[in-house]
């Protein structure tokens, strides 16, 4: 009798629709990631990802070579590739290191750091100051929308060789097929700076302000330029585009990229910040790796591997 009763009262529950299955969302939240470098405020702003056929791009390696260093990782060779740039507030200054690709590739690829700088509770506005790495694309092409400054008060800082390379319309002719796009992507992303009188070259190793001075690294483009972050006795050094693919370069440094303007030499840089990172210890930013692509470089073996910052929930430890 209690069986049967009890039978008849489970028969009677119903799942609530609150426990239905839910749509899936599919979508990141803007992405920022902060910690301290000293007594400067370090942000890694996210412009989204954008996905690339490492074996169509990278040189100086062969199939087997490529698939094998890929396979350690778990990755084929269209590899998901982190767009980042760097907010470092030095308490008088608010710099961007590198703008993201804008709009440049297109729907979900990229275009993602207004929303993460945001996000991360700041105001295109307020950035006084944007150091570009170098004039590619995916790092100087969110600096202008529709012909206007994403950023009307900031001083945009390049090195000259670059500037001198992808500003004179002269040498787009002479350049690699692959590389002419930048040099009509350059004239309209600096237009309204350089109207503005707002943009400022260097040369060689200079200090463009407190604590941030700059380092040459050419090779990946003429003017190509590592920044360096010196704060409260920390260091940190945002490279740019010394690396493209970690899980293939820090194994294999000498692998090079088709975006490379002159590969031998880029090789070389990164041979170079490779073993100075490992030696000397201090943080490194790298804006295709993982986000927040931030970490330090140690060595294996004969190669190199890297390690990501461990996550912190406070802005100051």
């Known amino acids: 009798m209690t ?21 899936m969302v599919l979508a990141q939240a803007p992405g920022y990631y902060r910690m301290m470098v000293g007594t400067a405020e370090v942000t890694a702003i996210s412009d989204g990802t954008v996905t690339i056929p490492l074996d169509q791009l990278l040189t100086n390696t062969t199939p087997a070579r490529l698939n094998a260093l890929l396979a350690r990782s778990h990755l084929a060779p269209q590899v998901e590739t982190s767009i980042n740039a760097y907010l470092v507030n030095t308490g008088t200054h608010l710099v961007l290191v590198d703008t993201g690709a804008g709009k ?11 929303d993460s700088l945001r996000a991360a509770g700041y105001a ?17 092409g969110g600096l202008t929308a529709d012909g206007a400054a994403l950023f ?10 670059d ?12 350049a690699a097929e692959n590389q002419r796009a ?3 992507q350059a004239a309209e992303q600096f237009a309204p700076y350089r ?28 003017g190509h330029t590592v920044y360096v972050l010196k704060s409260g006795g920390k260091e940190l050094q945002f490279w740019g585009d010394l690396l493209h693919a ?72």
């Open 163 to 174: 500037a001198d390379f992808w500003f004179d319309p002269a040498n787009k002719p002479r």
């Open 104 to 114: 440049l590739f297109g729907p979900g690829a990229g275009g993602r750091l207004q």
């Open 124 to 140: 295109p506005e307020q950035v006084d100051a944007v150091l570009i790495t170098h004039v590619h694309g995916d790092h100087s």
């Open 246 to 317: 970690k899980d293939v370069q820090f194994a294999a440094p000498d692998i090079t990229i088709r975006f490379d303007v002159d590969s031998p030499a880029a090789a070389r840089q990164r041979k170079a910040a490779f073993a100075d990172a490992a030696r000397r210890g201090y943080l490194v930013a790298a804006a295709h790796t993982p986000f927040p692509g931030i970490g330090y470089v140690r060595t294996a073996g004969t190669a190199f591997d890297w390690l990501p910052v461990p996550y912190t929930a406070l802005a100051a430890r």
């Open 3 to 23: 069986l049967v009763a009890g039978a008849a009262f489970a028969s009677t529950l119903t799942v609530p629709a609150a426990q239905a299955a839910a749509p």
């Open 152 to 161: 009307p008060n900031a001083t945009v800082f390049v090195n000259r060789h």
């Open 195 to 222: 109207a503005a009188g707002r943009v400022k070259t260097f040369d060689g190793a200079a200090e463009l302000l407190p604590g941030l001075s700059t380092r040459p690294a050419m090779g990946h483009t003429p």
């Open 182 to 184: 930048g040099f009509d």
